[in-house]
């Protein structure tokens, strides 16, 4: 392809609305342009990235006995009332009516269709195992469309299904599942975790995430230093430390007035108690009921855990006039000690003597409260959020954290479709046995933004060359001298015949305005040509993200760079 071809408007400027590096190096570099919140167009060079990433999704799924299909975006409302989630999908799912007012949604996700479909053509149970794919676009109106591709109202997701006679049956797709997500996150040339997830709305009972490494990222993932355990934090189960040998004495509960104290950061300096040794109140409506929960200080509370350990299946943070109507007091003042509620407290609240809180009145706080002697919790229930430095759950190491983002989510989801859609089989007795079924999905677009996030440097994005959009970049530095185009073409016309990806960039631009275009698009290997070394039949090879140049005869260079390329 010639630069002078190819639609790549690149900016020179920062575009103001993107807050992280791959959305604003997609817009600068001319990969795509935003249409609405949450809706992009893909330009030339991000289709070819996109292809590629589908490509190794696609082999890999194929390898894995997968079997592409297609599936229709728009999908009928009875198909969703009849598993139920038409009433619970909420507003992030897209609806429509026809011209007869019949109701569609625009698909944030296939369980139902494709639990149909199957339903309505698997007999027997020598239909079974089925593995069944497709690579399309999903709607999802997200709250809060953000980060371009990352969170996007309409994106590219890849999703299989698989549909088993029984639970070991499922148990072998999800493995083949899973190692077919390990070799496309390693083809794809991304530094990744899989982590214990939380099964979240969809229900089932394993799950995984794949996680690519980026300090943006929005999951956060701890992971032990000695064994393999990773996991999502909401997922995350605390252990507990031994407890010391012996409990120090407890000392007498006392009221002390503490004018505009608020947060813990502000106790910790009113009474010189570090955060550790504070308690934080929490308050918030399960079902409806006002319950409070308090944890330690220094720690953060995990609303998914609370979610399960309560089995809510609504909870919000209450607000501050329903919290003062039944505790007497405002939040900064709320403490566990004679709450006229239910209090669940973390286990490590378990471990804490002498310890401090708000007293239920405002601008005052108790010192010295004791679980057991000065309150008694309704049930202790691990709420927070894991930490790097706490203690591994399977081999007690010491577990770090890191942040990165999910781009790829595999559920078991076990009969749950299948029971409520009564998708069943004929087993070797002539009896019906429900489907046992599992969900697979890859946000591709959000792989090729997570890309980027995790590979680029201040000049630009750095790819991974298995989803560059080319492998290589030939630059004549005068495109006017025809010495220079001439070897520039000749490069091109050699490369290509080889099968190498290769742009010409024989724009009328300064070399200056070329170097920085092949940086800010991210081409791993630039050749460039020079009058100077033109002179003794040589050009200048550089890798992306090497500081120098190798020189090569323009007999060698073909040779030499497929050998680079072949090394990657
Ligand atoms: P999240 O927790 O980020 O909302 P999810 O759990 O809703 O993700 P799944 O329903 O498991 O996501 O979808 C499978 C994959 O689709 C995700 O792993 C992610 O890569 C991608 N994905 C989900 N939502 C979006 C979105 N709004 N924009 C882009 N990609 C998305
Ligand atoms: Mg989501």
């Known amino acids: 392809m010639k630069a002078s071809q190819l639609f790549f408007p690149t900016l020179r400027e920062l575009p103001s609305e993107a807050e992280i590096v791959s959305h604003q190096l997609l817009l600068r570099a001319g990969y795509m342009r935003k249409t609405g919140a949450g809706i992009y167009s893909y330009l030339p060079l991000a289709v070819r990235v996109l292809k590629k990433i589908e490509q190794i999704v696609r082999e890999e799924m194929n390898r894995a006995d997968g079997q592409e299909i297609l599936m229709p975006i728009i999908q009928p409302q009875e198909l969703w009332e009849k598993s139920g989630r038409w009433s619970v999908y909420g507003d992030e799912m897209f609806r429509l009516q026809d011209r007869h007012k019949r109701g569609f ?19 027997s149970y020598r239909d079974l195992p089925l593995m069944l794919y497709q690579i399309q676009n999903k709607y999802r109106d997200e709250i809060r469309p953000r980060f371009g591709l990352m969170r996007g109202r309409e994106f590219i997701m890849k999703d299989l299904y698989s549909f088993d006679l029984d639970e070991e049956g499922l148990d072998v797709s999800y493995k083949k599942m899973y190692a077919a997500y390990c070799a496309i996150f390693h083809r794809l040339g991304l530094e990744f975790r899989v982590v214990e997830a939380d099964s979240g709305a969809i229900g089932g009972n394993e799950s995984h995430e794949f996680v690519v490494l980026a300090d943006s990222g929005e999951s956060v993932i701890v992971y032990c230093d000695r064994c393999d355990y990773a996991a999502n934090v909401e997922k995350a189960e605390c252990v507990l430390p031994e407890p010391a040998k012996e409990a120090p004495p407890l000392q007498e509960m006392e009221k002390i007035h503490t004018p505009g104290v608020k947060t813990i950061q502000e106790l910790v300096g009113f009474l010189g108690h570090p955060a550790h040794e504070q308690a934080k109140t929490l308050m918030y409506m399960a079902d409806g009921e006002l319950i409070a929960v308090i944890l330690r200080g220094d720690r953060e509370l995990n609303e998914i855990k609370l979610q399960h350990a309560l089995q809510a299946s609504e909870l919000f943070m209450a607000d501050e006039m329903t919290v003062r109507e039944q505790c007497g007091a405002g939040f900064g003042s709320l403490g566990p000690v004679g709450l006229p509620l239910k209090v669940y407290a973390d286990p490590e609240i378990t471990r804490l003597y002498n310890f401090s809180a708000g007293a239920n009145q405002d601008d005052y706080h108790l010192v010295n409260i004791n679980l057991g002697r000065d309150f008694v919790p309704e049930e202790i229930i691990d709420v927070r ?164 140049n190798l020189l090569l005869t323009l007999d060698e260079v073909v040779d030499k760079v497929l050998a680079m390329l072949n090394a990657e």
């Open 105 to 123: 949604a625009l698909g944030p996700t296939h369980e139902e269709i494709i639990t149909t479909l199957v339903d309505a053509d698997v007999q």
């Open 385 to 548: 959020n894991a930490e790097a430095g706490d203690i591994c759950p399977h081999c007690g190491g010491t577990l770090q954290s890191t942040r990165g983002i999910e781009a790829g989510h595999i559920f078991k989801l076990g009969t749950k479709y299948s029971d409520a859609m009564e998708a069943s089989y004929r087993d070797q007795n002539g009896q019906d046995q429900p489907i046992v079924m599992g969900c697979y999905g890859i946000g591709i677009s959000r792989t090729m933004a997570a890309a980027v996030e995790q590979k680029n440097d201040q000049d630009g994005i750095v790819w991974p060359l298995p989803i560059a959009p080319y492998h290589l970049i030939i630059v004549p530095v005068n495109s006017k001298k025809e010495d220079q185009m001439e070897a520039a073409e000749r490069l091109y016309q050699e490369f290509s015949a080889r099968g190498v990806e290769v742009l010409l960039d024989d724009r009328d631009e300064r070399a200056g305005v070329k170097f920085k275009d092949a940086d800010l698009i991210g081409i791993p290997v630039r050749i460039t040509i020079g009058p100077k070394s033109l002179q003794e039949n040589k050009v200048e090879v550089k890798k992306r993200m090497d500081k120098e």
